[in-house]
């Protein structure tokens, strides 16, 4: 009987803690699009955020460890925040660089770096890079870490077009 009752508390537990989980994580997947999926988070406050993802294809040099790299573009309407651009690596750049975006060897952009991650100066230059990401099939970010290594990581545009459509459609 104390077995049927542990199992059944165990149980029990474990949907409370589910639902705890579903509700702290109010997270929509949009739909996946080749090499991008697209989210819609809602926050508590009832403020959405809107989102896409994309993990590199690969990275150089292949003898360090890189971390979890991606690339995010992001909506956030209630602060009037539309296409931010936002690349993140699992350590620390080197201080007060910048990272290059380079788009099928045509377009090139600088973000700004801080801790692990790397953003466009303003509004203007998230734009463009969207732009540019949507005309594009393939993008290279370059940095340099902490420790001086040079590193580079290549992202695919395939499904970029469809997955930015599927937040803009959720973030109006």
């Known amino acids: 009987m104390k077995s049927i009752f542990c199992a059944f508390a165990g149980c029990f537990l474990g949907i409370i803690l589910m639902?705890?989980?579903?509700?702290?994580d109010n997270r929509q997947l949009l739909g996946t699009y080749r090499?991008?999926?697209a989210f819609m988070l809602k926050k508590s406050n009832?403020?959405?955020v809107c989102y896409m993802i994309s993990i590199p294809k690969?990275?150089?040099p292949s003898t360090l460890r890189h971390g979890n790299p991606f690339l995010t573009v992001s909506h956030?309407?209630?602060r009037k925040i539309k296409n931010e651009v936002n690349f993140v690596v699992g350590y620390n750049f080197k201080k007060?660089?910048?990272?290059?975006?380079?788009?099928d060897k045509k377009s090139t952009f600088r973000l700004f770096t801080e801790g692990d991650g790397a953003w466009g100066d303003?509004?203007?230059a998230d734009n463009a890079m969207t732009q540019a990401m949507k005309r594009g099939s393939a993008l290279i970010m370059s940095g340099q870490s902490g420790r001086g290594n040079n590193t580079s990581y290549r992202f695919s545009l395939s499904g970029f077009t469809a997955a930015h459509n599927a937040i803009t459609k959720a973030c109006r």
């Not at 007060?96 to 788009?103: E, L, Y």
């Open 35 to 37: 090499d991008w999926d």
């Open 58 to 60: 690969s990275s150089k």
């Open 46 to 48: 009832g403020e959405k």
């Open 122 to 124: 303003d509004m203007k």
């Open 76 to 78: 956030k309407p209630a």
């Open 19 to 24: 639902a705890d989980l579903a509700l702290a």
């Open 96 to 103: 007060n660089s910048r990272v290059t975006m380079r788009i």
